[in-house]
């Protein structure tokens, strides 16, 4: 039971603030000596975290759904499916991914990367761009960037934010392009590993856990990070970045 807390806690804290969930899904067994949740658990874990998504932006998603009669929420729901294209590479690089989340030394370097992107993004000047005059080219670019973080150790959150500035969308409106576009992407993995565990003797009551504990702390992470996108932007997260990785490639 409390594995099953710990770990919906470390997804939902991780996979929205711009440290990397899949990341800390490695290196923080390996810094406790503990095994990591199989992969099943952890795509399930996802689907605690897509609730937490799903409930912050219930509003915008609502206008998707009625996207036919209204033109900003049918232009909003394009720019999410040209954005979601680039991802798609992941389903030929399966191997290639697994291989790198073995290897605590390369999560390590590729969460310095992630740091050092998020400290160039406080460099980033600010503007007011909202979603709704967002471009094809935007949503290929914070695509491509979210792409990225199919290797563990790189945040999509941070790589997708940090994006959305570079264009010119405010703080909040790149968590908002970046947050509603890691709805498929969260939602796929999640529903297929549960669907295949229904088939396989279904699901044990403590992963159920482990999904609410995510859920919830999920939720409360996207509006922690939205307020510090607001106040002081992305560099506190960068120096967490760089002191996990350090201690990463010093410890383990």
């Known amino acids: 039971m409390l594995d099953a807390m710990l770990w919906g806690l470390v997804q939902g804290l991780t996979e929205f603030l711009p440290i990397s969930s899949s990341g800390h899904l490695v290196l923080i067994p390996a810094f406790l000596g503990v095994e990591p949740p199989d992969l099943a658990t952890s795509a399930l874990l996802h689907l605690g975290t897509l609730v937490a998504v799903l409930a912050y932006y219930r509003n915008d998603l609502v206008k998707l759904v009625h996207f ?145 504990t995510a859920a919830v702390s999920g939720y409360l992470a996207i509006a922690f990070l939205i307020k510090t996108l607001v106040r002081i932007g992305l560099r506190p997260f960068a120096v967490y970045c760089f002191v996990v990785g350090i201690l990463a490639l010093v410890l383990l």
Do not use: K
């Open 68 to 212: 036919r009669r209204d033109p900003a929420a049918r232009h909003i729901l394009w720019l999410l499916i040209i954005g979601t294209i680039p991802a798609t590479i992941g389903i030929v690089l399966t191997d290639q991914l697994s291989a790198f989340q073995e290897s605590t030394t390369a999560v390590a370097i590729a969460l310095l990367v992630t740091g050092a992107v998020l400290l160039v993004s406080g460099s980033i000047t600010r503007r007011a761009r909202t979603l709704e005059g967002a471009t094809v080219s935007d949503a290929l670019l914070v695509g491509a960037a979210q792409a990225t973080a199919l290797l563990p150790g790189i945040s999509r959150s941070g790589m997708t934010i940090t994006a959305g500035l570079g264009r010119g969308l405010s703080g909040v409106e790149a968590a908002r392009f970046s947050f509603l576009l890691a709805v498929p992407a969260i939602a796929g993995g999640g529903i297929i590993e549960m669907v295949d565990l229904l088939d396989n003797g279904g699901i044990p009551s403590t992963v159920w856990l482990g999904v609410l």
